[in-house]
């Protein structure tokens, strides 16, 4: 059963685009809400994270977009560059990473065409 | 500062064998996570320890332990290895068991 739905599964952008990558949940106890940045042959790098109690959040060029009745939130990479193209990860989980860990989508590959 | 660290890098193993792999987490940080990255796949949930304790545990068979030692690094044990153990086992860390994780690079395990 997958918790977290994450769309679309490739990107290709131009270099200045907006990136936007989509992800749905279906547990109603997610109250925390990072996406991750993956480059190939490392660890998963946090970018960004949210919680319920705020519908957007914005740090420096990436910004999360929360729905909460959709059950739905949002990554926007505002002026993609090159060096954005890697794997990008949405995730969710019950009291910030808690006990029952991290749920993570299946990623999207992102491509910032120069 | 030093971020997550993990060893070895790589390894390769034969089926039935038995791997441990080790976690050093931030310095500050209490609690330790073990996940699971197939390729092309997100990480999955295999264990989270907080002072030593298991705090909790994924969707893994009895095949998978863990523990966490006085200086909160922490060590994943895998027994009986089968093919489809082959994956990245990456190790997260944060300061307490609700706060932000951490991964760290990750050993990439090759059973043959």
Known sequence: QQQVKQS???LIVQKGGISIINCAYEN???DYFPW??????KGPALLIAIRPDVSEKKEGRFTISFNKSAKQFSLHIMDSQPGDSATYFCAASISGGGADGLT??????????? | DAGVTQSP???????GQQVTLRCSPIS????VSWYQQVLGQGPQFIFQYYEKEERGRGNFPDRFSARQFP?????LNVNALLLGDSALYLCASSWAIVYEQYFGPGTRLTVT
Request: glycine fraction near 10%.
């Open chain 1, 8 to 10: 679309p599964q490739s």
């Open chain 1, 28 to 30: 109603t106890a997610f």
């Open chain 1, 36 to 41: 991750y940045q993956q480059f190939p042959g």
């Open chain 1, 104 to 114: 993570f989508g299946k990623g999207t590959h992102l491509i910032i065409q120069p």
């Open chain 2, 71 to 75: 200086n909160y690094s922490s060590e």
């Open chain 2, 9 to 15: 890098t790589h390894l390769i193993k034969t089926r």
């Open chain 2, 28 to 31: 500050g940080h209490k609690s």
